[in-house]
């Protein structure tokens, strides 16, 4: 065992919360995911990144649970670890944390153990952001359409160019978080997160760039999308041996269907072009059967769900939505997961329109919103058979391959 040099940077875990919302029965950190609890990969994802002290705030009587996760994840870092018991906010919790910090450190970091599955390179990032006058906050830019509302009504719009989604690590120089910390205290002031109570005493934040795989574990949807970002796949390695969330090389094949009868609104939209003079098809976003079979057969392919899970009613900013919308959102779902696109292959069903003089638009298209990968379209009247035959609708199946391969941005895991 070789003796680790004192850090000068901590991050503080705060995995104290209730987890109400999550409606598990425990507190949210000690949930499971896969094999491993919210907490624990929450720690993997530390203990990969560079080496600091670790300081992990666990709710009263959690204690002990949370110092068996600490070790098994710390392997040869244990001695930079450390627990402690939260309080009965989050600020309490973190201030709890403040306290239990070496003499040495300088630069601070605040982090969710509900972001479970924060890449160790955002961690990293964010460490190497913090100077002697500024934090950093990793972010993401706001994609939804955002309305001001009032009684219920919309009164304006919002510009979401003015906007960014902070997740966490948040990272402060530690002799100005604390000073935050205590100004804070003495005010009686709660904040939603650091960031806000370190800018609140006239501090500055920059951003950093965020992950889509750091997303908040609250609800139990957002567990679920867990699970499938980190399902384990038959003949691969444990889930403790594995650095990624896929490892495996084999290749694996996914296939999917759309139907969309005529009678939409608008024009026809049909693998991803537009057709003027054609009646267009009903559907929940435009109607494009071709992206949609396409969307199923890649998210099937990777185990992540289907397309009614990540774009149904339930998502209305997919409403109106084209397929270059569908396609990149599924591309950076699977890049997530740890898969490359193989290739498409896909054939339409139907009487109308004419495809063969628009086939090499259609496919540049697709791919394009793809990333790239290949794409091929085929198309067949059924000579006049079925109801796509008889010019009542579209029937689309895709089949598509996807290869696991070790997630970008990720590092390796402490030996």
């Known amino acids: ?169 948040q990272g402060f120089p530690r002799r100005l978080l604390e000073a935050a910390y205590a100004e804070a205290t003495s005010q009686g002031a709660e904040y939603t997160d650091d960031a806000a109570l370190f800018a609140a005493a006239g501090n500055a934040v920059r951003l950093v760039p965020g992950s889509e795989r750091s997303f908040k574990i609250t609800t ?29 090389d084999a290749p694996r094949v996914g296939i999917g269907t759309d139907v969309h009868a005529f009678g939409g609104d608008g024009a026809l939209w049909l693998a991803g072009l537009e057709w003027p003079g054609e009646p267009a098809l009903s559907g929940h976003s435009d109607g494009d059967a071709v992206a949609h079979a396409i969307v199923d057969a890649l998210l099937g392919a990777a185990g992540l769900g289907d397309i009614g899970q990540h774009f149904g009613t339930a998502h209305p900013e997919y409403a109106g939505a084209h397929a270059d919308v569908f396609l990149s959102r599924t591309g950076e779902l699977l890049a997530e997961a740890g898969f490359a696109i193989g290739n498409v292959s896909v054939q339409f069903q139907g009487n109308r329109p004419r495809f063969s003089g628009r086939r090499g638009e259609a496919e540049a298209a697709l791919s394009a919103a793809l990333g790239g990968a290949p794409v091929t379209v085929t198309a067949t009247t059924t000579d006049g058979l079925g109801f796509p035959g008889r010019g009542e609708g579209i029937a689309v199946t895709a089949v598509a391959v996807v290869i696991p391969r070790p997630e970008r941005g990720l590092s390796a895991p402490a030996e």
């Open 220 to 248: 139990p949807a957002d567990l679920e999308r867990a699970r499938l970002l980190v399902a384990t796949v038959p003949g691969a390695p444990s889930a403790a041996a594995r650095p990624s969330a896929v490892v495996v």
């Open 1 to 169: 065992m070789s003796i680790l040099p004192v850090p000068h940077t901590a991050i503080i875990v705060v995995a104290a919360g209730s987890g109400t919302r999550l409606e598990a029965g425990a507190p949210k950190a000690f949930v499971g995911i896969d094999g491993r609890t919210i907490l624990r990969h929450a720690l993997d994802g530390v203990f990969a990144a560079a080496p600091m002290q670790v300081v992990v705030v666990a709710p009263s009587g959690y204690e002990g649970d949370a110092q068996t996760e600490l070790l098994a994840a710390a392997g040869d870092r244990a001695d930079l670890g450390r627990v402690v018991t939260g309080g009965a906010t989050r600020q309490e919790s973190v201030a709890a944390g403040l306290a239990a910090l070496w003499g040495d450190i300088t630069t601070v970091l605040v982090h969710d153990a509900a972001r479970a599955l924060t890449p160790p390179a955002v961690i990293d990032a964010v460490a190497a952001a913090v100077v002697g006058d500024a934090g950093a906050v990793p972010s993401l830019p706001v994609v939804d359409t955002l309305k001001r509302v009032a009684d219920g009504l919309v009164v304006g719009a919002v510009d979401r160019a003015e906007l960014a989604a902070a997740q966490t690590p």
